[in-house]
């Protein structure tokens, strides 16, 4: 059964004795290799030592994911296997904890389930009746998201019992057994470095989440229980049902909660990021008639009567006669908005790379190739009865311990460089990944845009026609219109602490006229029946002078109350405001909202016969236009009435009065960065919690969406009332065939329908994304291959579509600022955060630079050193192979290369060329080609076969050739080849001891000096430049070593020094078979070279040959969807159509139904 949002599904088992006893026995018997063994595996621990049983009787329990590279869980609690349980009301409760979420057995469902919220109903009957407080502690637990900062001993427990690490143990053991003392030092001062680091990077992360999260989470509060005493008690002390009483100076929210009593105004930035306060309002008390069920809290519904854990409560407001605003606790901990935020950081779905997987199938390969030298040294060793210990060598010769080291320093590189540009990286494997984003996402607010908007200018309307456009309203001759008394009173701006707050639409349009706010205080509130109401009115220096008047009844003769506002609604794109000029008996109402909304409901007469054209005008230019009405209200509407009156009522028959033009500035370097990307032909999406048309006007504007596409909008509407979910398909305006400034496009049903050569884009809100993953799967997948605008997405949803992007094999970046990223940074393949703040915390990476020219930057390095990790896997296999094959062919003469020759191989010639190889930066520009994702991929494949099958050709023929040269004999001091040699370099003699293991031999010799000029050749034949790193020869430090070593080998080769040839064990051979050698190696140079450029400019093409042959399918999902809509003639949508999902069938969930398409009336 699942149980989570990861698909988890649980099964039940039982501790079989038996069992355990055999596994102790084989832990015995392997020396505690099983332990480990099952220690990586804990599925198969579970299995080896319990038996299957039902979920009921279970005392462990077995948690498999469902999605795809998802780990698996087992239950345990702190003595052993188990199922958690405590005694309630004399029953046993069972419970386990996963993900810091507690799942409590239900005897109903006969399933493990999550406590859910409480109905309204319950929220206000445990206003006066609580339940028994011990019972609900007993259940919730602590009220704390505690982010425990795990030991540095078990952070090291963890690290080192890493399956290379275990390896390389395995390794340092055999090469201290075989006196190989050297290159094991060396080996274990890396690992310990690169223990070292990993455990300061894991540690730093976790301290700083803990940081953060214990920075606002226990603060003191007011709580009224069960005998309505308020008392003083912590916040890790309240439990669901708890009654809390919030200061009238704000607070943090420590809960999620339910408001019950009065009015708070609160920032929500941490969840939404928007830094606009939101005003919270008491939740309505269900009605005596209404039925129990009817009343079911629901946090989405009821949002805006929740505080959410986390939030900033900035003010309260209450009527007189309460003794304070009271608020009844709903979700603690982990259940909570923020807890679920955490969560999302601290246990992320873990993301899959295919070049770590081909890494480890490539490993599996060097083992197989390293077992067949094993039975070979083996048979080898029994028939010659020599040592089998030495055949242990060749398994460590193919898996090069020094793997990890190399492969980790290519990244090291990158994230050095990226700091220098100031991108901070808190997870450096992500590097590697960003190489291969073809998608990224892109936050608004303060991502794309600069924070807020401009005012451009206002363009009134008197008598049924436009004025001449006008760059602000504060004027002398404006002051008592009706134009500027809109402006003035429609919106929903607050002072807190003196300082006038709000959304910045509103308040940079309530700026423009000059006015002044004014809210009654605290004490003026709490001491009238009724919250006083906001009042407005003119600075002194914009009326005009009236001499009759007494400066007193100046002031008093233009003030503006506002007595009751109905807000904004995204689904009715207008607020409305009832106003009363002071001394005036007849009230007021004014409109604001988009201007196709607004005109539809003012009288026919007012509205400008060119008002379409101006319009368009506007919003070609990318201006987003907001209109304003007025009406005059009957004089019977009274102060009580008007709370009362319905909002259809109020917005109608109004009076046009004209349009206020707003400019939302892009950043600078926006548009020129999206243009790099798409150049790069990477995607880009914008993903926000603004409204849905200035999105989709800021994406025309940064060039998101170029001029001549069209935006398809897609409304759906949730099942109700027995009728399907559907979606209303809604085509933007015609857009523009210039090339000059994009425009903001209105909605407008319409019978225009893109043709098969036009491109398109799809746009919705958070609301219609959640209703189409629910009941339209099928639809989703070609939604997302051409969604661009995804307006009003909550947190939760942004990370949902993260996922779905990925679901169809895109490999997605994540660019935002806000707290509200924080899940959708964590879950993209490469998440970078604008802001130093709590995204800092969740985000792979952090830039200084607060705008999106880090994105390309951090695409090129992540490419860079992509490119970098092939180079250095392909050499150090090549590396593994060279020496393989060297020693297989030396043991067939029972001889080995000596210590000192592997100690320079493995120290002055690899370490040394892998960890300067490694230095290209990265190339000055993105490129449209990306680089291949995964090893196992045709042309690199091919590359590597063809160097080996290149090195072992070149050492066998000098293997064979040195054994046919007519002074060849066995080797001994005395019949050494120099002595008779007419052509001799001589050297001196050598008078060392007995050579027990055959090192000095001419074979070993011939084969030392070619497999050293092999690793060099493919070391600059795999080092590639263009087009995604900076070319070799600007990487100095590799340059200057690969010159070095080879003046030390051909120096070495051609004059030999007796003291050197002593240290290396290699022994003197004739001139001319140096000259040999070096034939040898100058023809293996150049077949290496041409081979490698051949397989660059042939393969790609040899390969897409052979594709089209096959009618290959693409491996990408989302390439294999667009290939199949290319050729649906029902896709896209058409206009003013529906797609209506079908019902499911007994049994299936919503995912698996299908939809269909039917047609509406135009």
């Known amino acids: 059964s699942v149980i989570d949002e990861y698909g988890t599904e649980l099964q039940g088992y039982r501790v079989c004795r038996w069992r355990v006893a055999v596994v102790g026995f084989w832990v015995l018997c392997t020396g505690g290799f ?518 007193e009844q100046d002031m008093l003769a233009y003030e503006i109350g506002i007595v009751r506002q109905f807000p904004f609604s995204s689904a009715l794109q207008r607020m409305c405001v009832v106003a009363r000029l002071l001394g005036e008996k007849r009230m007021d109402a004014y ?63 109004m009076e046009f009065l004209g349009l206020i033009i707003m400019q939302n500035k892009l950043k600078a370097e926006t548009a020129g960065v999206l243009e790099d990307l798409r150049r790069a032909h990477i995607r880009t999406v914008m993903v926000t919690g603004d409204n849905m048309l200035t999105a989709i006007s800021v994406a025309r504007d940064c060039g998101m969406i170029p001029p001549q596409d069209r935006v398809i909008i897609a409304d759906a509407l949730p099942s109700k009332d027995g009728q399907s979910a559907k979606i209303n398909w809604r085509y933007a305006d015609k857009p523009s065939k210039h090339v000059g400034k994009a425009p903001r496009l209105e909605v407008r049903d319409g019978p225009l329908a893109p043709t098969s050569q036009d491109q398109y884009h799809f746009a919705m809100s958070g609301k219609s994304f959640a209703v189409i993953s629910e009941h339209f799967q099928d639809v989703l997948q070609k939604l997302v291959l051409h969604g661009t605008v995804f307006a009003r997405m909550a947190p939760d949803q942004k990370t949902q579509l993260i996922e779905a992007l990925q679901s169809v094999d895109y490999f997605v970046g994540m660019c935002g600022d806000g707290a509200n990223d924080c899940g959708a940074l964590k879950r993209a393949h490469g998440g970078i955060s604008l802001s130093e703040l709590e995204a800092s915390v969740a985000s792979p990476f952090t830039s200084r630079t607060p705008n999106i020219s880090c994105v390309p930057s951090l695409i090129r390095e992540g490419r860079a050193a992509l490119i970098t990790s092939f180079c250095v896997f392909k050499f150090m296999a090549l590396y593994s192979i060279i020496q393989y094959i060297s020693v297989t062919l030396l043991y067939s003469i029972l001889s080995n290369l000596g210590d000192f020759q592997f100690l320079f191989i493995d120290i002055a010639i690899i370490l040394l060329i892998v960890f300067t190889m490694s230095l290209n930066p990265a190339w000055k520009e993105l490129v449209s080609r990306r680089p291949p994702s995964g090893l196992i991929s045709g042309p690199l494949l091919f590359s590597v076969l063809t160097q080996i099958l290149i090195c072992l050709g070149f050492q066998t023929i000098a293997f064979l050739w040195v054994r046919h040269q007519a002074w060849y004999d066995i080797w001994t001091p005395e019949s050494d080849a120099c002595n008779s040699s007419p052509h001799a370099n001589f050297s001196p003699k050598h008078n060392s001891s007995e050579d027990d293991h055959n090192i000095k031999n001419y074979e070993n010799t011939s084969l030392f000096y070619v497999s050293s000029f092999q690793y060099l050749i493919v070391a600059i034949v795999f080092s590639k430049g263009k087009p995604f790193r900076q070319p070799s020869y600007k990487n100095w430090p590799f340059v200057v070593s690969c010159i070095g070593l080879y003046i030390f080998l051909f120096f070495i080769m051609f004059y030999p020094v007796s003291a050197i040839d002593e240290f290396l064990e290699i022994v003197c051979v004739p001139f001319e078979w140096r000259i040999a050698l070096f034939f040898i190696i100058v023809v293996n140079a150049a077949v290496s070279v041409l081979a490698e450029g051949g397989i660059d400019l042939w393969g790609p093409k040899c390969l897409s040959w052979l594709c089209c042959r096959q009618r290959k399918v693409p491996k990408a999902l989302y390439m294999h969807l667009a290939q199949e809509l290319s050729v649906d003639p029902d896709w896209p949508p058409k206009p003013t159509t529906t797609t209506e999902a079908n019902p499911p069938p007994p049994g299936n969930t919503p995912e698996n139904c299908s939809s269909c398409q039917i047609m509406a009336d135009s």
Not at 337 to 346: E, F
Not at 474 to 493: D, N
Not at 595 to 620: G, H
Request: charged residues 20%; proline residues 4%; contains cysteine.
């Open 591 to 653: 409109l604001k909202g988009a201007p196709e909304v607004v005109a539809s409901l003012c009288k026919k007469d007012t509205v400008p016969e060119d008002f379409a054209d101006v319009l368009e005008d506007y919003t070609k230019q990318g201006f987003r236009v907001i209109a304003l009405a007025h009406r005059r209200l009957e004089s019977k509407l009274t102060w009580h009435k008007v709370q009362n009156v319905n909002r259809d009522q109020m917005e109608a028959n």
């Open 34 to 551: 099983l332990l480990l063994l099952l220690y990586w595996m804990p599925e198969w621990c579970v299995k080896a030592t319990c038996s299957r049983t039902t979920v009921r009787e279970a005392e462990v329990v077995l948690l498999q994911s469902t999605v795809s590279h998802c780990p698996r869980y087992y239950g345990r609690n702190h003595s052993g296997y188990f199922s958690n349980y405590f005694i309630f009301s004399h029953q046993f409760i069972r419970y386990f904890t996963l993900h810091s979420t507690k799942y409590y057995w239900n005897d109903e469902v006969q399933n493990f389930e999550v406590l859910t919220g409480m109905s309204c109903w319950v929220q206000h009957l445990q206003f006066k009746h609580c339940l028994i407080l011990s019972h609900r502690r007993l259940f919730f637990g602590v009220n704390e998201i505690a982010v425990k900062v795990p030991s540095v001993f078990k952070l090291l427990i963890k690290e080192v019992l890493n399956p290379f690490y275990i390896f390389q143990l395995f390794s340092v053991i055999l090469w201290s057994a075989d006196e190989y003392y050297y290159y094991a030092v060396a080996i274990v001062f890396m690992s310990v470095i690169s223990i070292a680091t990993s455990l300061y990077t894991i540690k730093k992360q976790y301290v700083m989440l803990h940081d953060m999260v214990a920075a606002h989470s226990i603060v003191r509060v007011s709580v009224c229980r069960a005998n309505n005493d308020i008392e003083e008690a912590l916040s890790t002390d309240l439990v669901p049902g708890d009654v809390m009483v919030i200061p009238s100076n704000g607070t943090i929210m420590p809960c999620d909660a339910v408001l019950v009593s009065g009015t708070c105004i609160v920032n929500e930035s941490m969840l939404t990021g928007e830094s606009v306060p939101v005003t919270k309002t008491n939740l309505p008390n269900p009605g005596e008639g209404d039925k129990e069920g009817d009343g079911a809290y629901s946090m989405e519904e009821h949002k805006r009567h929740t505080l959410f854990c986390g939030t900033h409560i900035i003010q309260t407001r209450f009527y007189s006669g309460e003794l304070c605003v009271c608020v009844l606790s709903h979700n603690t901990r982990f259940s909570t908005a923020k807890g679920q935020l955490v969560r999302s950081i601290l246990y992320p779905k873990p993301t899959d790379f295919k070049l770590y997987r081909d890494a480890y199938l490539f490993l599996l390969c060097l083992v197989a190739i390293a077992g067949i030298g094993f039975v070979y040294s083996i048979v080898l060793s029994i028939m010659n009865k020599t040592i089998i210990i030495e055949s242990l060598d060749i398994i460590t010769i193919t898996v090069p311990p020094a793997l990890p080291a190399a492969m980790t320093a290519g990244i090291v590189y990158a994230q050095r460089r990226l700091k220098r540009i100031g991108i901070f990286c808190i997870s450096p494997q992500r590097i590697n990944i960003c190489g291969q984003l073809n998608l990224v996402c892109f936050d608004k607010t303060g991502t794309l845009t600069e924070d807020g908007l401009d005012l451009w200018g206002v363009q009134r309307v008197e008598n049924g026609s436009f004025h001449l456009s006008e760059e602000n309203a504060y004027k002398e001759s404006l002051v008592k219109s009706q134009f500027v008394a809109c402006m003035a009173t429609c919106h929903s701006l607050t002072k807190i602490d003196g300082q006038l707050s709000g959304d910045p639409l509103d308040l940079k349009m309530f700026e423009a006229t000059g006015w002044i706010l004014e809210e009654a205080t605290e004490e003026e509130t709490s001491l009238h029946d009724r919250i006083m109401p906001t009042v407005v009115r003119p600075p002194k220096q914009l009326m005009p002078p009236e001499p009759v008047m007494s400066p």
